[in-house]
């Protein structure tokens, strides 16, 4: 059964007015593959008292978007949600094959095949999405990652239940980063830690440990 998450994040009203002005928002980004985060996963304006909750359940995209700083991912083909430990196909006709289980695949990964031939794309981008709630309102799967993976060529992607969070006032959900350009607060879920409470603290500009 998957894990169920929340984290908590809490701005002092005079805080929040200066945050506000400055039209920043929160801003959160998953790991995928242990590498630093490459894509926005959510942002969104900021309270006094904000819950953002997910549950461990993926999907995954194609889209031929550039994987480039500052460049917004446009999802072409999805399949959700998908089974980990499997393999999903990206055929010709741009559509996901249904997963095949495949033992050399962890359960906590998933791989994608890129059958799409060369003629028609060198090379597509993909990657893995997950559904949040935020604030009380219900998301979509947003893209986790950004991986161009060439015609022919494979790509195994494993989520982390590592979230960053910051505010900045640059990027949208599913926008690209090459590198997250401020100080951000790195938060690690997983065994008994499913709940998480945080601050925001002026003299450091990060959430903090409440």
Do not use: C
């Not at 999802?75 to 196909?89: C, H, I, R, W």
């Not at 015609?151 to 997250?180: H, R």
């Amino acid at each position: 059964m998957a894990n169920n998450y929340e984290l908590s994040l809490q701005i002092d009203p005079s805080e929040l007015a200066v945050i506000s002005a400055a039209g920043m928002n929160i801003t959160l980004a998953k790991p995928v593959g242990g590498a630093a985060p490459n894509v926005i996963w959510q942002s969104f304006d900021p309270f006094e008292n904000n819950t953002v909750s997910w549950t461990e359940q993926y999907g995954i995209y194609a889209a031929t978007s550039s994987v480039e700083h500052g460049a917004t991912i446009s999802k072409l083909s999805t399949f959700s949600p998908a089974e980990g430990g499997s393999t999903y196909t990206f055929l010709p006709n741009a559509v996901f094959s249904p997963g095949v289980a495949t033992s050399d695949i962890p359960l906590t990964s998933y791989r994608i095949d890129n059958a799409m031939p060369a003629s028609k794309y060198r090379a597509l981008t993909f990657g893995l999405t997950q559904p949040a709630v935020i604030n009380g309102v219900p998301g979509g799967f947003n893209a986790l990652n950004a991986d161009m993976v060439l015609s022919q060529a494979y790509d195994t992607l494993t989520p982390f239940t590592v979230v960053y969070v910051w505010l900045q006032a640059n990027f949208a959900s599913e926008t690209m980063i090459s590198q997250i350009n401020t100080s951000y607060t790195k938060v690690t879920f997983g065994g008994t830690v499913t709940n998480v409470s945080l601050k925001f603290n002026s003299a450091s500009g990060t959430f903090v440990q409440l």
